[in-house]
């Protein structure tokens, strides 16, 4: 490998003779590492951690692959490893992961995230759709062995390290009433959240207005939902397509919202056209 120490970008993506990556620490100067839909891909050498120009790994669709080696790479700005549907578990991250921005873990069968997970304090995009062995915890009646980092009474844990998320895609993946509130207090700035197809789903906290920053919620096919309890003052978007169990109550808080947005808006029309000479 030390022959290819120049590389930059290392592109293996469907080669289904490909059973096992190698040491690959003598490539200091890889950014890119590309192995996606390698489908006989079962192991991974540690080494891929160590690599400290390391930008991009995308291992997706690696459907034999149950582990992924530790992460020591400061520099990494996406990890992909959406549809690898064996993965069993998410990296350890060995060091504080500034860069990180995107995060696809979709399709997995990932059903903790590690403790190091708070590692990526800068991360931006979040997308763990169709999950269903993911365990999120609840507000309570959570055991120490499942805490994780989101222990209950560790204020530092609860004022969380994912204040930068804007997107946070959690379709399809049997949220319930309980541990929604938990999720809202840790991604307290997301813009675009959507949260269809989640049939545990029966309503909609309190604590929803207090997201200031939500821009567009999906609660499409949320067939079980019935109250809707709190609306993001600033919110310009909600789709609730097939929401049939919806409260008469709710679906009059959703139009009130409307009808202000509409009058706040005019207003602010009508005192430019003012202002305009």
Request: charged share 20%; glycine share 2%.
């Amino acid at each position: 490998m030390q022959k290819f120490n120049y590389l930059k970008v290392l592109i293996l993506n469907s080669f289904q003779y490909l059973t096992h990556i190698p040491d690959v620490s003598g490539l200091s100067n890889l950014e890119k590492f590309s192995f996606e839909r390698c489908n006989n891909l079962i192991t991974i050498h540690n080494s891929i951690g160590c690599l400290s120009k390391l930008e991009i790994i995308n291992a997706r669709k690696c459907n034999k692959l149950k582990s992924f080696p530790p992460l020591r790479v400061p520099s990494l700005k996406e990890l992909e490893i959406a549809k690898c549907k064996s993965l069993k578990g998410f990296p350890e991250l060995l060091c504080k992961m500034t860069n990180m921005k995107k995060i696809s873990l979709y399709k997995t069968s990932i059903e903790e995230l590690p403790f190091s997970f708070r590692n990526l304090s800068e991360l931006c995009d979040l997308e763990i759709t169709s999950s269903r062995k993911l365990r999120f915890p609840t507000s309570s009646k959570i055991s120490k062995k499942r805490m994780l980092w989101f222990s209950k009474n560790d204020d530092n844990m609860n004022s969380i390290v994912l204040s930068n998320v804007k997107h946070l895609n959690l379709n399809n993946n049997a949220l319930s009433d309980e541990c929604l509130p938990v999720l809202l207090k840790w991604f307290v700035n997301v813009k675009y959240l959507d949260l269809s197809w989640n049939y545990g789903l029966n309503i909609l906290p309190e604590c929803l207005s207090e997201c200031h920053y939500l821009r567009n919620l999906s609660v499409e096919h949320c067939q079980y939902l019935e109250e809707i309890r709190g609306i993001p003052p600033n919110l310009k978007k909600l789709s609730a397509k097939e929401c049939r169990l919806l409260s008469s109550s709710s679906r009059r808080m959703l139009l009130s919202q409307v009808c202000c947005s509409l009058l706040i808006s005019y207003f602010f029309l009508g005192l430019i056209a003012c202002l305009i000479p």
